[in-house]
């Protein structure tokens, strides 16, 4: 076997002669004893630039054939054209010593099976390894200098090229710089990439690519968008002037075999080898670029990073910390009557990091409405500076995407017009290629038909310019701009991106456990406002004025008003109940004073004449609660949902009786106590003997 190979094609085309010196071996093998028949020359690695025998199908035929024992003698013209790996130069001297196979090179020829061979061959294997690295080393010193004198050509992402003196401009292509370009000002206005990506599809804008290889390399190929060239053209440093080099390094466990391109690993920044601003022409400043990074990290799903805009109600989700261990606060959605979703906004990182307790939690909705106030509020000044900058973008947009198509319509009339002028040029009687010629322009002058039918119904559904009509209606709805944010057709994404623009941060304190929350929103600048807002909470008595309300009510019932005139008259004086009601109903101050152990004045509710006595352990439902001190309704509740053991009486009015001995009494009174948030969320247990199938009757 002749073992035939260089590196790389270039040297196969500008070093032919060792080349020949190597295909020359078959006359050394037929000197050596072997007839022409009997001498099979391996040329598949020939200017392949590998090693490893998944990527040399070369070598990896010879070691197949030698431990097979179809080999007598190995040729070639060094033994580091073999293998420059240890660990496979010595597996193949291993297989040949089994074998009983001679390796030979110009120099003689050895016996694997002989010692003094073996040692010789040995030690041409490890200088042949050892000078590999040290290739690598030259090559990879000299890679790095000319890198950081800027001059490495690496290659370019869409937008730039390359002149043959080797300096970087800009495409020359107006419809790629165009398309760059959007692709920047799309980022700015939408925040994110399925943003722009959605754009650029609904509007039919393709991204034009110069191709690195192949017969057509260097011309253009227009092709869809994706998000991964989205999100690669606004992380490329290059469009901010900026050369790199260092952003990937090759880590061979993650190389695939049978693909030479993978591998590659994503370095953070601060692992760069080489970054030197101001080096290529921009597309954006270095500001821009950076604020970019910025807001595509924010749009991580992270606990650390406020995240992408996303459906849902919840107006502040990502805006929102906790102003007591300065944690980011997370959103969590209820579902109330009709599905409608109300947001909650939740400290509870320590919970779930470390097992500890919720920090604070806190409605959402209260949240919510008071910083829209403020939003509005804040935006009331600038009415009219957001009419025209509204009529100035939206102006400025259709122009940009009209100017796009302007430019596809013309490359199409002239890919149509060279399809022509090739047609015309061609013999007539030479058919052979005018038929493809004639199919060639028929097929450009369909492709520029289309592009027109397709650019007549974007003008006439996105006229280019905004009419009189059109700029009155945006003044008047910027000058309204609490009913544009009420406006049906403004969604809760809009509302959010809007929120974003103008606020940073807002952090929330509870004071305790009451209705009030402390707000300071700092707003985009630095400047902070520190306000206070009132939350519902579930009772009475976490009510910052609890105790006044109380001291109030027992005034007015002192003073003979009924409930309805208390309630009337807390109402007037600002106090409010707790939850999400704005006002006091006479019900609710009957039974708070009810629970005060107050006498409600007026006719009371009529009581049975006989109520008999129960047995030991059995109590009337009103009884038990007045004995636990709870409302007569939460026992009621219970018993509704099994919680309690009850049954009821026979006779009318048909009033429930609760079994209770006093270990049940005790495990009731905890259960009254337990904190609402821990309380039951299952079946707690009760006593045996409880009728299941008892129906509560209302």
């Known amino acids: 076997m002749v073992y035939v190979r260089q590196s790389t094609p270039q040297q196969v085309i500008d070093h032919g002669e060792s080349t020949r010196l190597q295909y020359g071996l078959t006359a050394r093998a037929v000197e050596l004893g072997w007839t022409p028949s009997r001498v099979l020359v391996i040329d598949e690695d020939l200017g392949h630039s590998a090693s490893g025998l998944d990527a040399r199908p070369g070598f990896a035929r010879l070691v197949s054939e030698v431990g097979l024992d179809h080999v007598g003698l190995v040729l070639g013209v060094e033994m580091s054209r073999l293998a420059r790996s240890g660990r496979e130069w010595h597996q ?200 970019n990074l910025q807001r595509m990290e924010n749009n991580r799903a992270r606990a650390e990073s406020m995240g992408a805009v996303r459906d849902g109600p919840a107006m502040l989700a990502g805006l929102v910390f906790c102003g007591r261990c300065h944690a980011r606060m997370t959103v969590r959605y209820q579902r109330g009557p009709g599905g409608r979703l109300h947001p909650g906004y939740v400290c509870s990182r320590d919970k779930t990091d470390y097992g500890g307790a919720a920090c604070q939690q806190l409605a959402g909705g209260c949240v919510d409405v008071h910083v829209r106030d403020l939003l509005l509020a804040a935006l009331a000044p600038a009415a009219l500076e957001v009419s025209l900058a509204a009529a100035e973008q939206i102006t400025a947009c259709r122009a940009e995407v009209e100017r796009i198509w302007i430019q596809r319509l013309e490359r199409a009339d002239y890919t149509a017009d060279r399809a022509r002028r090739q047609y015309q040029l061609a013999e007539p009687e030479n058919r052979l290629v005018v038929r493809q010629l004639e199919r060639d322009w028929e097929q450009a002058m369909a492709e520029r038909q289309r592009l027109g039918e397709e650019h007549d119904r974007f003008l006439a559904t996105r006229p280019r310019l905004l009419t009189d009509a059109e700029r009155a209606h945006i003044r008047a709805v910027a000058a309204d701009i609490p009913g544009l944010w009420h406006a049906d057709s403004t969604t809760d994404i809009d509302r959010k991106q809007l929120v974003r623009c103008l606020i940073e941060r807002v952090e929330l304190t509870v004071q305790g456990d009451s209705e009030r929350v402390h707000a300071r929103v700092t707003w985009s600048g630095g400047h902070r406002s520190d306000t206070e807002l009132i939350r519902p909470v579930a009772r009475l008595t976490q009510l910052s004025y609890y105790r006044r309300l109380t001291d109030r009510i027992r005034q007015l019932a002192a003073a003979g008003n009924s409930p309805a005139q208390i309630a009337e008259q807390l109402n007037t004086e600002g106090l409010r109940p707790p939850k999400r009601r704005d006002r006091f109903g006479p019900q609710g101050v009957r039974d708070l004073m009810h629970d005060l152990g107050i006498a409600t004045p007026g006719p009371s509710r009529p009581r049975p004449a006989i109520q008999p006595d129960l047995p030991p352990n059995q109590w009337w439902r009103a009884d038990l609660a ?71 009757q209302v």
């Open 92 to 291: 193949l001297l291993e297989l040949c010593a089994l074998s009983s196979t001679l390796l030979a090179d110009p120099q003689g020829v050895y016996d694997p099976t002989d010692h003094n061979d073996r040692l010789l061959l040995g030690l041409k294997g490890t200088i042949s390894e050892a000078e590999l690295w040290l290739i690598k080393q030259r090559m990879w010193s000299g890679r790095i200098a000319k890198a950081q004198r800027g001059e490495l050509a690496v290659p370019l992402p869409v937008g730039y090229v390359r002149r043959p003196g080797g300096e970087v401009v800009f495409d020359p292509d107006e419809q790629v710089r165009a398309v760059v370009r959007l692709v920047f000002d799309l980022f700015d206005r939408m925040g994110t990439v399925n943003g722009v990506l959605r754009y650029l599809a609904d509007n039919g804008i393709q991204i034009g690519v110069r191709l690195r290889e192949g017969p057509d390399r260097g011309e253009l190929s227009w092709r869809r968008p994706s998000p991964v060239c989205v999100q690669n053209m606004l992380r490329n440093p290059a469009y901010a002037g900026v050369y790199v080099y260092g952003r990937s390094r090759f880590d061979p466990r993650r190389r695939q075999p049978g693909r030479p391109h993978t591998g590659r690993v994503r370095q953070g920044r601060a692992d760069w080898q080489v970054w030197l601003p101001d080096r290529l022409p921009a597309y954006v400043s270095l500001d821009r670029y950076e604020q």
């Open 626 to 696: 007045r004995h636990l001190g709870m409302p007569d309704i939460t026992l009621y509740n219970w018993i509704t949902r099994g919680w309690v053991t009850a049954h009821q009486h026979p006779d009318p009015p048909h009033r429930w009786i609760v079994h209770a001995d006093p270990a049940e009494i005790d495990r009731l009174r905890a259960l009254r106590h337990r904190p609402r948030r821990t309380g039951p969320t299952q079946r707690p247990p009760v006593q045996e003997g409880r009728n299941d199938n008892a129906q509560p």
